[in-house]
């Protein structure tokens, strides 16, 4: 079946600090791929996203790449801030429609 | 525009007991999702709805969980009789369509079973 495997967290920055968060995926066919945010008390919201290989998304001043030969889409961000701090999700969707989620990485950003 | 609504928030309940989540979803969204998140881990699918039909509840414990979408806009979740695994938050989600890429998150039930 389908999987999405994360990078382990916590994570702790400090401000305007790089951020990388690691994702890879295993699927059949060619998937879709997301970053969703979940910020404390709230639902998940969608930040980026990839529809097919090479594919870049980005929002917010973050970005992943669609990268097909290493199955993965790592987020990263060039200088984050104290409001990014939060629960991100990797997730991916199949052809069929049905979506996969990683197990979130918690992202602590200090003054 | 409102987004996803969920209520209650949050529900406590003692193991054996019946339990319910409701769900509004977008205005016009035609794909609806429940999913279940365990502490620290990512959401995992229950079932998905286009429009009133169920096209996906493979993940569903049908032993004691069971979901309707009435007339194809909101829906309700029921766990009867609950157990102390069942302890997480229930996420509900909405999209246009299933081929349309973009889900909408509600906040979510938390549920505690003692």
């Known amino acids: 079946g389908n999987s999405v495997t994360q990078m382990e967290g916590p994570v702790t920055l400090s401000e305007e600090a790089f951020l990388t968060i690691n994702c890879t995926y295993t699927?059949?066919?060619?998937?879709?791929l997301f970053w969703y945010v979940q910020y404390p008390g709230e639902g998940l919201q969608l930040l980026l996203k990839?529809?097919?290989?090479?594919d870049k998304g980005s929002n917010k001043g973050f970005e992943a790449t669609y990268r097909k030969e290493t199955t993965s889409f790592h987020l990263e961000k060039g200088s984050v801030q104290v409001s990014d701090s939060a629960v991100y999700f990797c997730a991916l969707r199949a052809n069929a429609g049905k979506s996969t989620f990683g197990d979130g990485t918690t992202l602590t950003v200090k003054p | 525009e409102a987004g996803v609504v969920q209520s209650p928030r949050y529900k406590i309940i003692e193991k054996k007991q019946p339990v319910a989540f409701w769900c509004n979803p977008i205005?016009?969204?035609?794909?609806l999702y429940w999913y279940r998140q365990n502490l620290g881990q990512g959401p995992e699918l229950l079932i998905r709805?286009?429009?009133?039909?169920?096209?996906?509840d493979s993940q569903l414990p049908k032993d004691r969980f069971s979901a309707e979408r009435l007339k194809g806009v909101d829906s309700t979740l029921k766990i009867q009789p609950a157990e102390l695994g069942d302890s997480a938050v229930y996420l509900c989600a909405s999209s246009l369509s299933q081929t349309y890429n973009e889900q909408f998150f509600g906040p979510g039930t938390r549920l505690t079973v003692l």
């Open positions: 205005s016009g969204h035609n794909t």
């Open positions: 709805y286009e429009n009133e039909e169920a096209v996906d």
């Open positions: 699927a059949t066919g060619y998937p879709s």
């Open positions: 990839a529809t097919k290989a090479d």
